[in-house]
Antibody, heavy 118, light 108 residues
Framework: QVHLVQSGAEVKKPGSSVKVSCKAS????????VNWVRQAPGQGLEWMGR????????NYSQKFQGRVTITADKSTSAAYMELNSLTSEDTAVYYC???????????WGQGTLVTVSS | EIVLTQSPGTLSLSPGERATLSCRAS???????LAWYQQKPGQAPRLVIY???SRATGIPDRFSGSGSGTDFTLTISRLEPEDFAVYYC?????????FGQGTKVEIK
């Protein structure tokens, strides 16, 4: 059984950056895609980007292009999402999820609450 | 990108009743790569249906999915208390993956 364990909640100032980690236990990211999805309070799910760890290739939603960086460490089965130039509108729960090309996101992390406040 | 529109926004039903949720895509979903997720408050989404009609591991058979192309349906044949939640459809056939805005199934 694969478990994705994310880093803990963060409180950030406007203009700063946040880096959220996602580590797989009971499995690896080999041959999979790691997607990052966020959910603002009371809102729906929004795809931010993805990485294919075995190829070290990342793709991003146009909405976040230039502000988000997704990386992975194959040796530790960990993925990271860094978001820059934070504003209050970035306050949300950020999820990592394991998927594959042509496959849904079958395992999700527990979510990381990022609060942006002055 | 493919826009998914879910209806209704809220479904008020009683336990034991049948729930029918709709998801319409702005263009055809590649290979019917359409999933449904269930989300309860404070929890991560949970995969319910993939490939439009295949149940994910551990999902009871009261959940069924149907549809193809641009129109998809999630049916819960008899609602159990644990089924009251928000349901999202997602297309994963074309990048970027996109989600519908969700349908809340609430207790009437």
């Amino acid at each position: 059984q694969v478990h994705l364990v994310q880093s803990g909640a963060e409180v950030k100032k406007p203009g700063s950056s946040v880096k959220v980690s996602c580590k797989a236990s009971g499995g690896t990211f080999s041959s999979y895609i790691v997607n990052w999805v966020r959910q603002a309070p009371g809102q729906g799910l929004e795809w931010m980007g993805r990485i294919i760890p075995v190829l070290d290739i990342a793709n991003y939603s146009q909405k976040f292009q230039g502000r988000v960086t997704i990386t992975a460490d194959k040796s530790t089965s960990a993925a990271y999402m860094e978001l820059n130039s934070l504003t209050s509108e970035d306050t949300a729960v950020y999820y990592c999820a394991r998927g594959a090309v042509g496959a849904p996101d079958d395992y999700w992390g527990q979510g990381t609450l990022v609060t942006v406040s002055s | 990108e493919i826009v998914l529109t879910q209806s209704p926004g809220t479904l008020s039903l009683s336990p034991g009743e049948r729930a029918t949720l709709s998801c319409r895509a702005s263009q055809s979903v590649t290979s019917n790569h359409l999933a449904w997720y269930q989300q309860k408050p404070g929890q991560a989404p949970r995969l319910v249906i993939y490939g439009a009609s295949s149940r994910a591991t551990g999902i009871p058979d009261r959940f069924s999915g149907s549809g193809s192309g641009t129109d998809f349906t999630l049916t819960i044949s008899r609602l159990e208390p644990e089924d009251f939640a928000v349901y999202y459809c997602q297309q994963y056939g074309t990048s970027p993956r996109t989600f519908g805005q969700g349908t809340k199934v609430e207790i009437k």
